[in-house]
C-alpha cells in the first residue's frame, strides 16, 4: 500500500528530512502586526524576532481550519492509497480537532496527535514514515504511533522568559525574578503539556551543558538512532557547541540532527531557547 505521511509545520523537520521522506507540510498561521502569515512559507523566526524588537507586539498563531485541512489532504492524497497526518499536541492547539473532522470526509485518512511540539512532534512524524515504508496497514501505523507517542521526550533550556511572560505561559513576575537570579528554566512536555521542571543558573552555555547531562548520563533506556538538537533562531554558536558537546560526552546516538524551530514554536518560546529530543525504548 502506497501511504502518504502529512505532518503540521511545527515539527519542526529539517527539509532533508521532509525531502527524504517526501513529508508534506501544512503550514499554521502566523499573525504579525495584523497580518496573516503561513508558518514557514512567507514567515520567518527572523522576521518576529526583529518585529518584537523593534517595539511590535508579540505575535501570534491561529490553528488550520477544517476547510483547509480538507482540501489539503484531497490534494495530498493524489497517487496514494492512504493518508496519515501527524498533528501538534491536542493540548495546545486545534488543530488535532479539525483535522479529524476533515478526516471524517474521507474514507482513507488518518490522523494521529503528536502529544508533542518541535522535533518531539518530528520524531513521531519520522517513526510513521518508517512503518509506512516497512509496509505497515494505516490502522496499525497509527496504532503504533499512540504507543510512541509518550515515549517521546522533549524539553527545552529557555535563556529569556520574556516570550513565554507575553504569551501568557508564565508571570511577568516570575520572568522578572528569572532574570534577575540567572535562572534558565527547563520546558517539558509531558502529556501533551508543558511543565516547568528543574531551573539552572548561571551562563546558558554552563546552563545547557548540565541541562544535557542530567537528561543523557548513564541512560540505557533511549533508542539511539537519533536525537534532535534543535534551538531558535540566533541562539549564540557557543549554546550550541556546548550542547552538542555534552550529547556527545554523555549520549550515545548514531545520529545528531541539529535544526531551528520555525514560526510558530519561535513564536512561544522566543530567541535563545534549546531543546533536546529523543524517544525512551518500550518498557
Known sequence: MNIKITADS?????????????????????????????DGVDITPADIFA????????????AVNMA?????????????????????????????????????????????????????????VLEACKCARAGMEPQAIVEEMKDLAPRVDASFLVDRLDFLAKGGRCS??????????????????????????????????????????????????????????????????????AARQAILDYGNFDTITEGTAGSTISCHCGPSTLGVLYIHNKQ
Request: with cysteine; aromatic share 10%; glycine share 8%.
Open 10 to 38: 511545527t515539527c519542526d523537520l529539517p527539509k532533508a528530512l521532509l525531502d527524504e521522506f517526501n513529508i508534506t507540510i501544512m503550514p499554521l498561521t502566523v499573525m504579525k502586526g495584523g497580518e496573516a502569515f503561513q
Open 51 to 62: 518585529h518584537v524588537a523593534a517595539g511590535g507586539d508579540l505575535c501570534t498563531t491561529a
Open 68 to 124: 483547509d485541512y480538507y482540501e489539503f489532504f484531497r490534494k495530498s492524497l493524489e497517487g496514494y492509497d492512504a493518508l496519515i497526518h501527524v498533528n501538534i499536541s491536542a493540548e495546545f492547539s486545534s488543530c488535532y480537532q479539525n483535522a479529524c473532522l476533515a478526516a471524517a470526509e474521507f474514507e482513507n485518512v488518518y490522523v494521529v496527535d503528536s502529544r508533542n511540539l518541535s522535533t518531539g512532534h518530528g520524531h513521531v
Open 172 to 241: 511577568s513576575v516570575a520572568a522578572l525574578g528569572a532574570n534577575l537570579l540567572h535562572l534558565r528554566p527547563c520546558i517539558e512536555v509531558k502529556d501533551g503539556k508543558m511543565h516547568v521542571g528543574k531551573k539552572y543558573r548561571g551562563s546558558f552555555p554552563k546552563c545547557l551543558s548540565a541541562y544535557v547531562k542530567e537528561r543523557l548520563e548513564g541512560r540505557d533506556d533511549l533508542q539511539n538512532d537519533r536525537i534532535f538538537l534543535t534551538y531558535t533562531y540566533s541562539t549564540a554558536e557557543e549554546s550550541v557547541d
